[in-house]
Each structure stands twice: as structure tokens, then as C-alpha cells.
């Protein structure tokens, strides 16, 4: 089956600074990947996907590659802020496995 | 996205009793799934939920622990059998709602906290 895997497990950084979480995975026919965020006590929520189609995909602040010959992609944060603290998951379509998350925190 | 209530969103429950746990859907949805959550760990799959048939269950998941119905493409149930306090988590169930508004993926209902004393 699909196993997923998220780097790193904690990440901290300044306001203002940019973000990055990587995850891999490992069956080549997945083609949906999605990033979730999760605050403390609350659901996780979708905040960018991206196609097998496709290599990259920006919204506003956020934007995520992905690179299906190395099976990986990656979540881009820029200029972040202190409500981007948040745990956040990738995820692989095939069986929606979840990577372990990344424990993101913005610094003021 | 499709809007997904899902109830209770906690109890507290002896162990060696049982808890079901239901997701109603605003829409017809292709797929629906079954996770749990324990504290600070990421989201473990326990099922893909069939309408019309038996759920699909993953590794370490079994149906007589972990009972799943789906009766329509809105509505499933969960239930978790003999409960101990290994049980104790966070349960969610997901609805993937492609092509819907500007969301095309799989939408979390609100979680059911569970705890087994």
C-alpha cells in the first residue's frame, strides 16, 4: 500500500520567513495530493492540492510542487505569519494515507 | 465543499460497552472513510465505508471491532464494539466531494473525542 512520509516533524521559524515541509510517497499511481491544516482541537482543512497533471500550483501565499518522477512534493509557505501555526499533513491518494504532520511555528 | 455533520462529538463510555458514531452528508458523495486520530499523532485510515456493501477495512482494522454502515450516499456509521481504554481518540469521518466548488478533495466532519474509562 501507499506509505507517505512528512519532513520534518517540528518547524520553527520568524515571521516574515519562508516554510517548507516535504513529503514522499511511494506508489506511482497515486495522482492527488493534498496539504491540511490542522489547529489545535479543530478538523483538518484543505488548504492546497495539486494534480499528477500538474507540477506546481501557487495560491496567494501558498504553493505546492511536485516532482512524480522523485514521488515527492512539497508545501511553500511565504511571508508567514503567527496564524500559520498549525499542524499540516500531506496526503497521497491512493488509499489516502496521511504523512505524521509537521508541527509549524511562526515566531512573531 | 460538501458540509458534513457528524455526531457525538464526544462521550465518555465505560469500557466493554459500544459507541456508534454517525456522518450525515449535505450532498450525495462518492466515497466516505473512517479515521481516528490519536492526541499529537497523524490521521490513521480504519475503513473506506461502501454504500451497498461491506466497508473496506486496512490493516489492523477488523469489522467486528469496528462495524461500518452505509445505507446511501450520505449517511454512514461507525461503531466502535467492546470499547477499552486503548479506544480512547479522536474519530472523523471524511467525504471525498471532487469537483465541487474551489475545493476539489476530501472534507473532514468535526470529529466524535472518545474516551473509554
Known amino acids: 500500500g501507499e506509505n507517505v512520509e512528512q519532513h520534518p516533524s517540528t518547524l520553527s521559524v520568524q515571521e516574515g520567513d519562508s516554510a517548507v515541509i516535504k513529503c514522499t510517497y511511494s506508489?506511482?499511481?497515486?495522482?492527488?495530493f493534498p496539504w491540511y491544516k490542522q489547529e489545535l482541537g479543530k478538523r483538518p482543512q484543505l488548504i492546497i492540492d495539486?494534480?499528477?497533471?500538474?507540477g506546481e500550483k501557487k495560491d496567494q501565499r501558498i504553493a505546492v510542487t511536485l516532482n512524480k518522477t522523485a514521488k515527492h512534493f512539497s508545501l511553500h509557505i511565504t511571508e508567514t505569519q503567527p496564524e500559520d501555526s498549525a499542524v499540516y499533513f500531506c496526503?497521497?491518494?491512493?488509499?489516502?494515507?496521511f504523512g505524521a504532520g509537521t508541527r509549524l511555528t511562526v515566531k512573531p | 465543499s460538501a458540509v458534513i455533520s457528524q455526531k457525538p462529538s464526544r462521550d465518555i463510555c465505560q469500557r466493554g460497552t459500544s459507541l456508534t458514531i454517525q456522518c450525515q452528508v449535505d450532498?450525495?458523495?462518492?466515497?466516505m472513510f473512517w479515521y481516528r486520530q490519536q492526541p499529537g499523532q497523524s490521521l490513521t485510515l480504519i475503513a473506506t465505508?461502501?454504500?451497498?456493501?461491506?466497508?473496506?477495512?486496512e490493516s489492523g482494522f477488523v469489522i467486528d471491532k469496528f462495524p461500518i454502515s452505509r445505507p446511501n450516499l450520505t449517511f454512514s456509521t461507525l461503531t466502535v464494539s467492546n470499547m477499552s481504554p486503548e479506544d480512547s481518540s479522536i474519530y472523523l469521518c471524511?467525504?471525498?466531494?471532487?469537483?465541487?466548488?474551489?475545493?476539489?478533495?476530501?472534507?473532514f466532519g468535526s470529529g466524535t473525542r472518545l474516551t473509554v474509562v
Open positions: 450532498s450525495q458523495v462518492t466515497m
Open positions: 506508489d506511482s499511481a497515486s495522482n492527488y
Open positions: 465505508a461502501n454504500q451497498g456493501s461491506e466497508a473496506t477495512y
Open positions: 471524511s467525504v471525498w466531494d471532487g469537483g465541487r466548488g474551489a475545493n476539489y478533495g476530501y472534507t
Open positions: 496526503a497521497a491518494s491512493r488509499g489516502m494515507r
Open positions: 495539486i494534480r499528477s497533471n500538474v
